[in-house]
Protein backbone atom coordinates (compact mmCIF):
# COMPACT_ATOMS: atom_id res chain seq x y z
CA UNK A 1 0.00 0.00 0.00
CA UNK A 2 1.50 3.30 -0.63
CA UNK A 3 1.66 6.23 1.16
CA UNK A 4 -1.19 7.85 0.15
CA UNK A 5 -3.49 5.29 0.65
CA UNK A 6 -2.05 4.83 4.46
CA UNK A 7 -4.13 6.24 6.41
CA UNK A 8 -2.06 5.60 9.63
CA UNK A 9 1.21 7.02 7.72
CA UNK A 10 -0.88 10.28 6.86
CA UNK A 11 -1.97 10.71 10.15
CA UNK A 12 1.49 10.42 11.68
CA UNK A 13 2.88 13.32 8.82
CA UNK A 14 -0.35 15.39 9.96
CA UNK A 15 0.09 15.47 13.66
CA UNK A 16 4.36 16.07 12.52
CA UNK A 17 3.88 18.63 10.77
CA UNK A 18 1.30 20.49 12.66
CA UNK A 19 3.91 20.59 15.58
CA UNK A 20 6.48 21.69 12.56
CA UNK A 21 4.24 24.62 11.88
CA UNK A 22 3.98 25.50 15.76
CA UNK A 23 7.84 25.59 16.04
CA UNK A 24 8.51 27.21 12.79
CA UNK A 25 5.23 30.09 14.14
CA UNK A 26 7.21 30.31 17.32
CA UNK A 27 10.35 30.67 15.78
CA UNK A 28 9.13 33.42 13.53
CA UNK A 29 7.48 35.20 16.51
CA UNK A 30 10.54 35.42 18.68
CA UNK A 31 12.87 36.93 16.05
CA UNK A 32 10.22 38.72 14.97
CA UNK A 33 10.20 40.25 18.22
CA UNK A 34 13.76 40.68 18.97
CA UNK A 35 14.67 41.94 15.56
CA UNK A 36 11.85 44.88 15.59
CA UNK A 37 13.47 45.63 19.20
CA UNK A 38 16.61 46.06 17.68
CA UNK A 39 15.59 47.75 14.23
CA UNK A 40 13.94 50.48 16.39
CA UNK A 41 16.58 51.39 18.18
CA UNK A 42 19.19 51.47 15.21
CA UNK A 43 16.73 53.42 13.54
CA UNK A 44 16.31 56.03 15.84
CA UNK A 45 20.22 56.16 16.58
CA UNK A 46 20.74 57.05 13.11
CA UNK A 47 18.24 59.59 12.65
CA UNK A 48 20.05 61.38 15.57
CA UNK A 49 23.34 61.22 13.82
CA UNK A 50 21.53 62.36 10.78
CA UNK A 51 20.35 65.22 12.12
CA UNK A 52 23.61 66.18 14.57
CA UNK A 53 25.27 66.09 10.96
CA UNK A 54 23.34 68.67 9.30
CA UNK A 55 24.05 71.60 12.10
CA UNK A 56 21.20 73.68 11.05
CA UNK A 57 19.01 74.54 14.18
CA UNK A 58 16.06 75.20 12.29
CA UNK A 59 16.32 71.80 10.11
CA UNK A 60 17.27 69.87 12.83
CA UNK A 61 14.39 70.82 14.94
CA UNK A 62 12.05 70.34 12.43
CA UNK A 63 13.16 66.96 11.57
CA UNK A 64 12.90 65.92 15.17
CA UNK A 65 9.44 67.10 15.51
CA UNK A 66 8.90 64.86 12.42
CA UNK A 67 10.72 61.68 13.73
CA UNK A 68 8.55 62.31 17.44
CA UNK A 69 5.32 62.46 15.17
CA UNK A 70 6.37 59.31 13.23
CA UNK A 71 7.43 57.42 16.46
CA UNK A 72 3.58 58.10 18.04
CA UNK A 73 1.35 57.21 15.29
CA UNK A 74 3.35 55.23 12.73
CA UNK A 75 6.34 53.85 14.17
CA UNK A 76 4.33 49.97 13.75
CA UNK A 77 0.96 49.69 13.12
CA UNK A 78 -0.37 46.56 14.68
CA UNK A 79 -1.92 44.30 12.21
CA UNK A 80 -5.93 43.36 13.41
CA UNK A 81 -8.24 40.87 12.32
CA UNK A 82 -11.85 42.01 13.21
CA UNK A 83 -10.50 44.23 15.68
CA UNK A 84 -8.43 41.53 17.17
CA UNK A 85 -4.95 42.32 17.39
CA UNK A 86 -3.14 39.46 15.89
CA UNK A 87 0.34 40.04 17.25
CA UNK A 88 -1.21 39.86 20.81
CA UNK A 89 1.63 37.84 22.74
CA UNK A 90 -1.51 35.78 24.23
CA UNK A 91 -2.94 34.98 20.84
CA UNK A 92 0.30 34.00 19.85
CA UNK A 93 1.36 31.65 22.07
CA UNK A 94 -2.39 30.58 22.42
CA UNK A 95 -2.19 29.51 19.05
CA UNK A 96 1.08 27.91 19.37
CA UNK A 97 -0.39 25.40 22.12
CA UNK A 98 -3.49 24.57 20.25
CA UNK A 99 -1.18 23.92 17.50
CA UNK A 100 0.66 21.22 19.90
CA UNK A 101 -2.45 20.08 21.44
CA UNK A 102 -4.26 19.62 17.84
CA UNK A 103 -0.80 17.47 16.88
CA UNK A 104 -1.35 15.20 19.99
CA UNK A 105 -4.99 14.96 19.62
CA UNK A 106 -4.65 13.74 15.32
CA UNK A 107 -1.98 11.55 16.55
CA UNK A 108 -4.06 10.02 19.34
CA UNK A 109 -7.67 9.69 17.77
CA UNK A 110 -7.07 9.93 14.01
CA UNK A 111 -7.50 6.58 13.48
CA UNK A 112 -10.44 6.43 16.18
CA UNK A 113 -13.77 6.09 14.26
CA UNK A 114 -15.91 8.42 15.82
CA UNK A 115 -12.98 11.09 16.81
CA UNK A 116 -10.75 10.83 13.72
CA UNK A 117 -12.32 12.67 11.26
CA UNK A 118 -13.03 15.44 13.77
CA UNK A 119 -9.63 16.00 14.67
CA UNK A 120 -9.06 15.87 10.82
CA UNK A 121 -11.37 18.07 9.73
CA UNK A 122 -10.22 20.72 12.64
CA UNK A 123 -6.27 20.33 11.11
CA UNK A 124 -7.48 21.70 8.30
CA UNK A 125 -9.44 24.36 9.17
CA UNK A 126 -6.64 25.67 11.77
CA UNK A 127 -3.94 24.96 8.89
CA UNK A 128 -6.10 26.66 6.71
CA UNK A 129 -6.41 29.67 8.51
CA UNK A 130 -2.93 29.59 9.43
CA UNK A 131 -2.00 29.51 6.32
CA UNK A 132 -4.04 32.09 4.82
CA UNK A 133 -2.95 34.09 7.87
CA UNK A 134 1.09 33.38 6.91
CA UNK A 135 0.48 34.47 3.72
CA UNK A 136 -0.55 38.06 4.73
CA UNK A 137 2.43 38.14 7.45
CA UNK A 138 4.94 37.39 4.35
CA UNK A 139 3.91 40.47 2.60
CA UNK A 140 4.09 42.63 5.70
CA UNK A 141 7.39 41.30 6.78
CA UNK A 142 8.55 41.88 3.33
CA UNK A 143 6.93 45.65 3.31
CA UNK A 144 8.82 46.13 6.73
CA UNK A 145 11.99 44.90 4.63
CA UNK A 146 12.10 41.70 7.29
CA UNK A 147 13.12 38.77 4.88
CA UNK A 148 14.24 37.07 8.18
CA UNK A 149 10.64 36.61 9.56
CA UNK A 150 8.93 36.89 5.99
CA UNK A 151 11.08 33.38 5.50
CA UNK A 152 10.46 32.17 8.30
CA UNK A 153 6.82 32.99 7.46
CA UNK A 154 7.10 31.45 4.34
CA UNK A 155 8.07 28.12 5.58
CA UNK A 156 5.35 27.85 8.16
CA UNK A 157 2.94 28.59 5.23
CA UNK A 158 4.44 25.47 3.22
CA UNK A 159 4.11 23.88 6.49
CA UNK A 160 0.39 24.69 7.45
CA UNK A 161 -0.28 24.01 3.49
CA UNK A 162 0.98 19.96 4.12
CA UNK A 163 -0.99 19.86 6.85
CA UNK A 164 -4.12 20.47 4.92
CA UNK A 165 -3.23 18.49 1.98
CA UNK A 166 -2.31 15.70 4.34
CA UNK A 167 -5.38 15.89 6.72
CA UNK A 168 -7.29 15.45 3.58
CA UNK A 169 -5.59 12.74 1.94
CA UNK A 170 -6.13 10.72 5.45
CA UNK A 171 -9.66 11.75 5.65
CA UNK A 172 -10.13 10.53 1.59
CA UNK A 173 -8.55 7.15 3.05
CA UNK A 174 -11.04 6.81 5.91
CA UNK A 175 -13.94 7.16 3.14
CA UNK A 176 -15.26 3.42 2.00
CA UNK A 177 -15.21 4.60 -1.82
CA UNK A 178 -11.39 5.35 -1.41
CA UNK A 179 -9.92 2.28 -3.64
CA UNK A 180 -7.43 1.94 -0.42
CA UNK A 181 -10.35 0.25 1.66
CA UNK A 182 -12.05 -1.80 -0.71
CA UNK A 183 -10.69 -5.69 -0.26
CA UNK A 184 -10.55 -7.74 -3.22
CA UNK A 185 -12.91 -10.62 -2.74
CA UNK A 186 -11.64 -12.75 -5.38
Known sequence: MDLFGNRVALIRWTSAMLAISALLFAAAVSVEGSGHRESASV??????AESQEQGDEA???SKHQDSAA???TGSRAEPTLLGINLEDSRLVWGF??????LAVAVMRFGVVAPFGNTTLLLAILLAGVAAILDGREIFLQLDRANATVAGL????ALAHIAVVIL?????RAASPAHPATIRNTR
Request: glycine content about 12%; proline content about 0%; overall charge negative.
Open 96 to 101: VGVSIL
Open 43 to 48: VAHDEA
Open 153 to 156: AGLT
Open 70 to 72: TSE
Open 167 to 171: AALAW
Open 59 to 61: GET
